[in-house]
Protein backbone atom coordinates (compact mmCIF):
# COMPACT_ATOMS: atom_id res chain seq x y z
CA UNK A 1 0.00 0.00 0.00
CA UNK A 2 1.19 3.38 -0.36
CA UNK A 3 -1.12 7.02 -0.41
CA UNK A 4 -4.14 4.44 -0.29
CA UNK A 5 -5.23 0.78 -1.10
CA UNK A 6 -7.06 1.44 -4.32
CA UNK A 7 -10.18 -0.85 -4.97
CA UNK A 8 -9.94 -3.69 -7.77
CA UNK A 9 -10.50 -2.38 -11.07
CA UNK A 10 -13.53 -3.43 -12.85
CA UNK A 11 -15.81 -2.26 -16.00
CA UNK A 12 -17.24 0.78 -15.91
CA UNK A 13 -21.23 0.95 -15.82
CA UNK A 14 -23.05 2.83 -18.57
CA UNK A 15 -23.14 5.65 -17.17
CA UNK A 16 -19.27 5.95 -16.17
CA UNK A 17 -18.78 9.16 -18.59
CA UNK A 18 -22.19 10.93 -18.77
CA UNK A 19 -21.30 14.06 -19.84
CA UNK A 20 -19.22 14.74 -23.50
CA UNK A 21 -18.77 16.67 -25.27
CA UNK A 22 -20.90 18.30 -28.35
CA UNK A 23 -20.77 16.76 -31.83
CA UNK A 24 -17.80 19.06 -33.19
CA UNK A 25 -14.43 17.80 -32.19
CA UNK A 26 -12.83 19.02 -29.18
CA UNK A 27 -9.20 21.03 -29.09
CA UNK A 28 -6.73 18.99 -27.83
CA UNK A 29 -6.73 18.44 -24.44
CA UNK A 30 -3.18 20.58 -23.41
CA UNK A 31 -5.52 23.78 -23.94
CA UNK A 32 -5.16 26.51 -26.26
CA UNK A 33 -2.41 29.07 -26.30
CA UNK A 34 -2.87 32.34 -24.89
CA UNK A 35 -5.53 30.68 -22.22
CA UNK A 36 -3.41 28.78 -19.51
CA UNK A 37 -5.31 30.67 -17.21
CA UNK A 38 -8.39 29.02 -18.08
CA UNK A 39 -7.39 25.88 -17.82
CA UNK A 40 -5.75 26.30 -14.48
CA UNK A 41 -9.69 27.82 -13.23
CA UNK A 42 -11.06 24.51 -14.80
CA UNK A 43 -8.80 22.33 -13.19
CA UNK A 44 -9.35 23.92 -9.63
CA UNK A 45 -13.15 23.70 -9.79
CA UNK A 46 -13.15 20.43 -11.11
CA UNK A 47 -11.49 18.88 -7.77
CA UNK A 48 -13.54 21.21 -6.02
CA UNK A 49 -17.12 19.44 -7.49
CA UNK A 50 -15.44 16.54 -8.09
CA UNK A 51 -14.40 15.77 -4.32
CA UNK A 52 -17.89 17.57 -3.31
CA UNK A 53 -20.42 15.47 -5.36
CA UNK A 54 -18.03 12.41 -6.19
CA UNK A 55 -17.54 11.44 -10.09
CA UNK A 56 -21.07 10.33 -11.16
CA UNK A 57 -22.96 12.86 -9.71
CA UNK A 58 -20.52 15.66 -11.08
CA UNK A 59 -21.92 17.39 -14.21
CA UNK A 60 -19.72 19.42 -16.93
CA UNK A 61 -21.87 22.46 -16.10
CA UNK A 62 -21.73 22.15 -12.24
CA UNK A 63 -17.86 22.84 -12.80
CA UNK A 64 -18.42 25.32 -15.67
CA UNK A 65 -20.50 27.24 -13.01
CA UNK A 66 -17.78 26.57 -10.15
CA UNK A 67 -15.05 27.94 -12.86
CA UNK A 68 -17.29 30.86 -14.18
CA UNK A 69 -16.30 29.75 -17.46
CA UNK A 70 -18.63 28.00 -20.32
CA UNK A 71 -19.26 24.22 -20.47
CA UNK A 72 -17.82 25.02 -24.57
CA UNK A 73 -14.77 26.49 -22.77
CA UNK A 74 -14.32 23.13 -20.77
CA UNK A 75 -14.53 21.13 -23.82
CA UNK A 76 -12.18 23.26 -25.69
CA UNK A 77 -9.38 22.04 -23.30
CA UNK A 78 -10.91 18.63 -22.04
CA UNK A 79 -12.90 15.99 -24.37
CA UNK A 80 -15.20 15.06 -21.68
CA UNK A 81 -15.48 14.56 -18.26
CA UNK A 82 -13.53 11.34 -17.41
CA UNK A 83 -10.64 13.01 -19.32
CA UNK A 84 -11.21 16.35 -16.98
CA UNK A 85 -11.49 13.99 -13.98
CA UNK A 86 -8.20 12.01 -15.16
CA UNK A 87 -6.22 15.20 -15.49
CA UNK A 88 -7.04 16.30 -12.04
CA UNK A 89 -6.34 13.16 -10.05
CA UNK A 90 -3.22 12.25 -12.13
CA UNK A 91 -1.84 15.94 -11.48
CA UNK A 92 -2.79 15.56 -7.37
CA UNK A 93 -1.42 11.57 -7.04
CA UNK A 94 2.03 13.13 -8.96
CA UNK A 95 2.44 16.34 -6.82
CA UNK A 96 1.57 14.45 -3.35
CA UNK A 97 3.91 11.61 -4.26
CA UNK A 98 6.63 14.06 -4.99
CA UNK A 99 6.07 15.58 -1.66
CA UNK A 100 5.93 12.77 0.05
CA UNK A 101 9.74 11.80 -1.73
CA UNK A 102 10.74 14.92 -0.53
CA UNK A 103 9.77 14.34 3.26
CA UNK A 104 11.17 10.78 2.81
CA UNK A 105 14.38 11.87 1.57
CA UNK A 106 14.57 14.75 4.63
CA UNK A 107 13.96 12.00 7.55
CA UNK A 108 15.77 9.32 5.91
CA UNK A 109 19.02 10.06 4.14
CA UNK A 110 20.68 10.47 7.41
CA UNK A 111 19.19 8.68 10.14
CA UNK A 112 20.43 9.36 13.73
CA UNK A 113 17.94 7.67 15.53
CA UNK A 114 16.34 5.09 13.67
CA UNK A 115 13.07 4.65 15.70
CA UNK A 116 12.69 8.59 16.19
CA UNK A 117 13.40 9.18 12.63
CA UNK A 118 10.52 7.21 11.17
CA UNK A 119 7.94 8.86 13.59
CA UNK A 120 8.84 11.96 12.21
CA UNK A 121 8.58 10.67 8.64
CA UNK A 122 4.94 8.96 9.53
CA UNK A 123 3.90 12.16 10.88
CA UNK A 124 4.90 14.51 8.22
CA UNK A 125 3.63 12.28 5.90
CA UNK A 126 0.30 12.36 7.66
CA UNK A 127 -0.07 16.01 7.57
CA UNK A 128 -0.70 15.99 4.04
CA UNK A 129 -3.53 14.73 4.61
CA UNK A 130 -4.04 18.29 5.69
CA UNK A 131 -1.97 20.09 3.16
CA UNK A 132 -3.25 17.97 0.20
CA UNK A 133 -6.86 18.05 1.42
CA UNK A 134 -8.54 18.61 -1.83
CA UNK A 135 -6.26 15.25 -3.52
CA UNK A 136 -7.66 13.03 -0.83
CA UNK A 137 -11.42 14.19 -1.20
CA UNK A 138 -10.94 12.92 -4.52
CA UNK A 139 -9.28 10.14 -3.32
CA UNK A 140 -11.99 9.63 -1.57
CA UNK A 141 -14.44 9.74 -4.33
CA UNK A 142 -12.08 6.78 -6.31
CA UNK A 143 -12.48 4.49 -3.33
CA UNK A 144 -16.36 5.38 -3.38
CA UNK A 145 -16.90 4.80 -7.11
CA UNK A 146 -14.58 2.50 -9.09
CA UNK A 147 -17.57 1.06 -10.38
CA UNK A 148 -18.12 3.81 -12.61
CA UNK A 149 -14.53 4.60 -13.17
CA UNK A 150 -12.83 3.22 -15.93
CA UNK A 151 -10.28 0.29 -15.12
CA UNK A 152 -7.35 2.45 -17.14
CA UNK A 153 -8.32 5.90 -15.06
CA UNK A 154 -7.19 3.83 -11.76
CA UNK A 155 -4.40 1.97 -13.27
CA UNK A 156 -3.04 5.65 -14.43
CA UNK A 157 -3.51 7.07 -11.10
CA UNK A 158 -2.77 4.08 -9.26
CA UNK A 159 0.74 4.44 -11.57
CA UNK A 160 1.21 7.88 -10.71
CA UNK A 161 0.11 8.11 -6.88
CA UNK A 162 0.15 5.50 -4.43
CA UNK A 163 2.96 2.94 -6.76
CA UNK A 164 5.88 5.64 -7.16
CA UNK A 165 5.11 6.30 -3.11
CA UNK A 166 5.44 2.63 -2.65
CA UNK A 167 8.80 2.44 -4.97
CA UNK A 168 10.21 5.02 -2.70
CA UNK A 169 9.31 3.31 0.59
CA UNK A 170 11.09 0.48 -1.07
CA UNK A 171 14.21 2.17 -1.89
CA UNK A 172 14.38 3.46 1.86
CA UNK A 173 13.59 0.11 2.83
CA UNK A 174 16.47 -1.37 0.83
CA UNK A 175 18.93 1.16 1.91
CA UNK A 176 18.34 0.36 5.40
CA UNK A 177 18.81 -3.13 5.03
CA UNK A 178 22.14 -2.65 3.36
CA UNK A 179 22.81 -0.54 6.21
CA UNK A 180 22.25 -2.58 9.03
CA UNK A 181 19.15 -1.01 10.51
CA UNK A 182 16.93 -3.21 9.51
CA UNK A 183 16.58 -6.86 9.22
CA UNK A 184 14.21 -6.92 5.62
CA UNK A 185 14.13 -10.22 3.56
CA UNK A 186 11.22 -8.29 1.22
CA UNK A 187 11.66 -4.88 1.18
CA UNK A 188 8.20 -4.21 -1.00
CA UNK A 189 7.12 -5.72 2.05
CA UNK A 190 8.67 -3.72 4.30
CA UNK A 191 7.47 -0.73 2.82
CA UNK A 192 3.81 -2.13 2.84
CA UNK A 193 4.28 -2.56 6.41
CA UNK A 194 4.86 0.74 7.25
CA UNK A 195 3.15 2.53 5.53
CA UNK A 196 -0.29 0.04 6.78
CA UNK A 197 1.42 0.90 10.12
CA UNK A 198 1.86 4.56 10.03
CA UNK A 199 0.02 6.43 7.22
CA UNK A 200 -3.03 4.51 6.52
CA UNK A 201 -3.34 4.07 10.21
CA UNK A 202 -4.54 7.34 10.51
CA UNK A 203 -5.92 7.85 6.19
CA UNK A 204 -8.06 5.40 6.72
CA UNK A 205 -9.96 5.79 9.82
CA UNK A 206 -10.01 9.52 9.36
CA UNK A 207 -11.55 8.71 5.72
CA UNK A 208 -8.40 10.58 4.58
CA UNK A 209 -8.61 13.50 6.61
CA UNK A 210 -12.42 14.36 6.58
CA UNK A 211 -12.69 13.17 10.03
CA UNK A 212 -10.14 14.82 11.54
CA UNK A 213 -7.82 13.27 14.42
CA UNK A 214 -6.34 14.76 17.75
CA UNK A 215 -2.59 15.60 17.09
CA UNK A 216 -2.04 13.64 20.40
CA UNK A 217 -4.18 10.71 19.14
CA UNK A 218 -1.92 10.67 15.45
CA UNK A 219 1.36 10.61 17.40
CA UNK A 220 -0.05 7.73 19.63
CA UNK A 221 -0.82 6.07 16.56
CA UNK A 222 2.36 6.75 14.48
CA UNK A 223 4.50 5.59 17.84
CA UNK A 224 3.02 2.58 18.14
CA UNK A 225 2.95 1.83 14.35
CA UNK A 226 6.90 2.66 14.35
CA UNK A 227 7.03 0.44 17.39
CA UNK A 228 5.59 -2.80 15.89
CA UNK A 229 7.35 -2.32 12.32
CA UNK A 230 10.71 -2.49 14.44
CA UNK A 231 9.89 -4.94 16.12
CA UNK A 232 9.23 -6.98 13.05
CA UNK A 233 12.54 -5.49 11.17
CA UNK A 234 14.65 -4.51 13.63
CA UNK A 235 17.88 -5.13 13.48
CA UNK A 236 19.49 -6.87 16.68
CA UNK A 237 20.61 -4.76 19.23
Do not use: C
Request: proline share 7%.
Amino acid sequence: MTEQTAPAARPAGPDATPDTAPDAAPAPATGRRGMPEKRVAIARAARTVFGREGFTRTSVDAIAAEAGVSKRTIYNHFADKEQLFRSVILEGASTVAATQAKIADRHLRKIVDLRTDLVDFGLERVDSLTTFAEHWALVRTIEAEALHIRPAVLEAWQEAGPRETHRVLTHWMAEFAERGLLVVPDPAEAARMLNLLTFLAVAQPTFYGALPMPAERIAEVVEHGVAAFLAVYGAPA
